[in-house]
C-alpha cells in the first residue's frame, strides 16, 4: 500500500469522546486527504491538505477538524464522536493533486457506541 | 451540484466473458476521470485514469474505459473476465484537479 499507514486500524469509541486518526507518508506526496467509506454511500471526501498547514473542506466535513504540521502526517479529529461517524475512513496521497494517482492506505474501521 | 453515477450495484458475469462496469457522471468543466478496485478489507488500487486524449484508455489487469463526452459516460470494460477480477469498482472524478467525487462502487462477480 504505496508507503501508507493509518492508525489505528480498528477502534470503538463511545457517543461524545475524542477521538484522531492518523495517516502517516512515506512518499513525500504534497497531497493528502480523508475519506469515509459507507454502503450505499461509496467514498466522501472530508478533508484534504494540499501542503503542510494547507488545508480545505471536502464535501462532508461538518464534525471533523484536520491537522498537517508536517508533510508525513495528517491527522483527522472527531472533536466529540457521534454514531454516525461510524464508518471506515481511509487516506489517500498523490502528488500533484487532481491529475494524478490516488494511493490508499489500508482504512481505519472506527465504531462509535 | 457534482456526482457521480454507478447505475448497478451489482454485476455478475461469466468467467471468460467480456465485462463492463458502467459509470456517468454530472460536473462542471472537463474532468479528469479515473477507475479504481478495492478487495476485501483492503483500501482502493489505481486501475486508469483519463485526462485528456485518446477516448480509450489502457490500464491496469487488461482493464480499459472509454470516455464519452456526449454521454458524460466512463465505463470500464475488459475483454475476458477472471474470477480474480471480482471486487468492488469504483468510478471518480476530478472537476476541480483537487476534490474527488467518487461513485457508489459496483460489485463484480464472475462466475466459474
Known amino acids: 500500500d504505496a508507503g501508507i499507514t493509518q492508525s489505528p486500524r480498528h477502534k470503538v469509541t463511545e457517543t461524545g469522546t475524542p477521538v484522531t486518526l492518523r495517516c502517516h507518508q512515506t512518499?513525500?506526496?504534497?497531497?493528502m486527504y480523508w475519506y469515509r467509506q459507507d454502503p450505499g454511500h461509496g467514498l466522501r471526501l472530508i478533508h484534504y491538505?494540499?501542503?503542510?498547514?494547507?488545508?480545505d473542506k471536502g464535501e462532508v466535513s461538518d464534525g471533523y477538524s484536520v491537522s498537517r504540521s508536517k508533510t508525513e502526517d495528517f491527522l483527522l479529529t472527531l472533536e466529540s464522536a457521534t454514531s454516525s461517524q461510524t464508518s471506515v475512513y481511509f487516506c489517500?496521497?498523490?502528488?500533484?493533486?487532481?491529475?494524478?494517482?490516488?494511493?490508499f492506505g489500508p482504512g481505519t474501521r472506527l465504531t462509535v457506541l | 451540484a457534482q456526482s457521480v453515477a454507478q447505475p448497478e450495484d451489482q454485476v455478475n458475469v461469466a468467467e471468460g466473458n467480456p465485462l463492463t462496469v458502467k459509470c456517468t457522471y454530472s460536473?462542471?468543466?472537463?474532468?479528469?476521470l479515473f477507475w479504481y478496485v478495492q478487495y476485501p478489507n483492503r483500501g482502493l488500487q489505481f486501475l486508469l485514469k483519463?485526462?485528456?486524449?485518446?477516448?480509450l484508455v489502457k490500464g491496469s489487469y487488461g482493464f480499459e474505459a472509454e470516455f464519452n463526452k456526449s454521454q458524460t459516460s466512463f465505463h470500464l470494460k475488459k475483454p475476458s473476465a477472471l474470477v480474480s477480477d471480482s471486487a468492488l469498482y469504483f468510478c471518480?472524478?476530478?472537476?476541480?484537479?483537487?476534490?474527488?467525487?467518487f461513485g457508489t462502487g459496483t460489485s463484480l462477480t464472475v462466475i466459474p
Open positions: 489517500a496521497i498523490s502528488d500533484t493533486g487532481g491529475t494524478d494517482t490516488q494511493y
Open positions: 512518499e513525500n506526496h504534497r497531497y
Open positions: 491538505s494540499y501542503g503542510v498547514k494547507d488545508t
Open positions: 460536473v462542471s468543466g472537463n474532468p479528469y
Open positions: 483519463y485526462i485528456t486524449g485518446d477516448n
Open positions: 471518480a472524478v476530478s472537476p476541480t484537479g483537487n476534490q474527488f467525487y
